[in-house]
């Protein structure tokens, strides 16, 4: 069968790229780097309602002044809401969802993380200016999820 020379050269390289993707797939699956953001620490959604910490998600003063803050998403709402800290404080949020994948974006800064059933996301971040911001869910999650906002108000 004959292959013009062009068709035969654009073939080993297209050849040649599936390779190289498979190897990336496969070296980093092998070495750990494919990991949930941020830390791994895992939980059990079904159980959340009892949870020490997130049974009961609430805004805590650590000793040094600085804020954790844990939130749980669930369809189609955040807890607490609003959510309280400080301008110019250090806060920790720590995330987690009690059904399906949500988003937690706090619209206009940095604050952005997935809600993952069976992890706890965490994230620092130091709101500079007072005031009040909106939280937004930025993973489709069913269909209320244009909806599902919620408060966070920086004093
Ligand atoms: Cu929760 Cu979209």
Redesign the pocket.
């Known amino acids: 069968m004959h292959v013009e020379f062009y068709e035969r050269v654009w073939m080993w390289i297209a050849a040649a790229l599936i390779v190289v993707f498979l190897g990336v797939i496969v070296t980093t699956a092998a070495m750990g780097a494919i990991q949930p953001p941020s830390h791994i620490e895992t939980i059990d959604p079904t159980t959340i309602a009892s949870h020490p910490e997130f049974g009961a998600p609430a805004v805590k003063t650590n000793a040094d002044g600085s804020v954790t803050a844990s939130v749980v998403?669930a369809?189609?709402s955040f807890t607490p809401d609003p959510i309280d800290v400080p301008a110019g404080m250090r806060v920790t949020f720590r995330l987690t969802s009690s059904d399906?994948i949500?988003?937690f974006h706090v619209v206009g800064t940095n604050a952005n993380a997935m809600a993952v059933p069976g992890y706890v996301s965490q994230f620092s971040v130091t709101f500079a200016r007072p005031g009040e911001y909106l939280i937004v869910?930025?993973?489709?999650?069913?269909v209320l999820?244009h909806g599902?906002t919620g408060k966070l108000i920086v004093k």
């Open positions: 998403a369809m189609f399906v949500h988003g869910c930025n993973e489709y999650c069913g999820h599902m």
